[in-house]
């Protein structure tokens, strides 16, 4: 592949054609935001231009252009992520989606609902909560992150216990490829066995295949019943193993999530209230589906009866709302104490997070470190922040790349891999390399050549293009 091209006056003048100069941010004008992600990065990636298409059409366009011309081009969405994977590592173009947010159709009998790549997650949901339906993605940015980005990172959240992953709430896409043709894959089918499974090829891809431009979401019906609870444990451990029980029980399980006791206080005092009534530690969060009283109140039997054999303090109902707002912010809480750390998104096993969380505590140990965890453990992906602890913070960016070298190891070893929904991106591209199968990387290289020969659609992410 040729070096990449700079940006002349005449693509310029090109690109505002398709989408007008007000459109456009190039050079001095271009606004830092473009530069970063919600995730720590070594230093800003500016891109050379920034554009703003309206439509499926525009972006087409545009994408002929780059291509052609050599430039690369990063997609990007609400920016929320924290790997990288929407910063310009190699300048060039950014094809900023915001104007493509809407909803465009609902369809209630049918259980399904149309939208555009910048829709926001939060008002997919609040739709189809207003039909009496569920959209059921639910990664806890969901307030201000967009569809694109969760298909794109292949999100899963606080519901993936129950309903899966982004990708399973997919029925269709529009792409358009780096060459500039625009296709759907996937249908509004139960069942699909023609062909390869393109959606889930496209799920999880981090923006470097195609870029998404229309989304067709399956709606679930609203569960008759919902109840949140907070158990309470004496440790993290007996947290810990109460879960594989909990999802051995035959009941209507949404969430189980995990937090350590330090990120609950965080949470309060970030909130500056007592979060839940009774007492605080490391705990789970529970949400249970039920079609009437009797069915809930016989699942709350059934996890009353584990407990009891458990080290759980209590186990109380509490507010929903108030529940998984504390669980959305626990990021922000951590950070206002600790303004320097580091993001992970580790997945194992369900029956290694007991393991991985020991080798958390001699890591952190070993290296100076402290952790807060808030993990999704109904699915084994464990959420981190990395604290600085007894090390300087003239050590900590070397003290951090050794560290998480013997943790990525830890997860291979359990069974595990990197990232469980953040993605590989710039950030851990590096590191992919030295854990996963060769073989394997073969292939995912192979495929993106399949699709972007020029490499000119989010280089530098997942694997550098030279590797």
Known sequence: MSAYNPI????????????????????????????????????????????????????????????????????????????????AIHGGIVIDLQRMNRILHINPSAHYMIVEPAAQTIDIQQAAHQHGLLYAGDPCSSDHCVIAGNIATNAGGNRAVKYGVTADQIYELELVTPQGDIVTIGGRLKKNSTGYNLIHLIAGSEGTLAIITKATLKLQPLPPLIANYLLVFSDLNSAINAVNPILNEPIDLVSLELMDHETMLAIQRYQQQQLFPGQSGDSLLIQLAAISSAELEAAVQRLTAILATSRCITLTAVDGDQLWQGRRIWGKAIQVDHPVVFAEDIVVPIDAIEQLVNQLHRLTIKFGFQFRIAGHAGDGNMHLRVLPGSVSLENWSDSVHKFRQELYAIAYQLGGRLSGEHGIGSKRKGYLKQYINPTELMLLKNIKQAFDPNYILNPGKIFDNHD
Request: net charge neutral; glycine share 16%; no cysteine.
């Open 8 to 87: 002349t006056s005449g693509i310029i003048n090109k690109l505002a054609g398709i989408v007008g100069k007000s459109n456009l941010q190039i050079g001095a004008a271009i606004s830092s935001e473009y530069s970063y992600d919600a995730g720590t990065i070594a230093e800003p990636k500016y891109p050379d231009l920034v554009i703003f298409p309206g439509t499926t059409q525009e972006v087409a366009a545009i994408l002929k252009i780059a291509n052609s011309a050599l430039i690369p081009v990063t997609p990007r969405g609400g920016g929320t992520g924290l790997a990288g994977g929407s910063v």
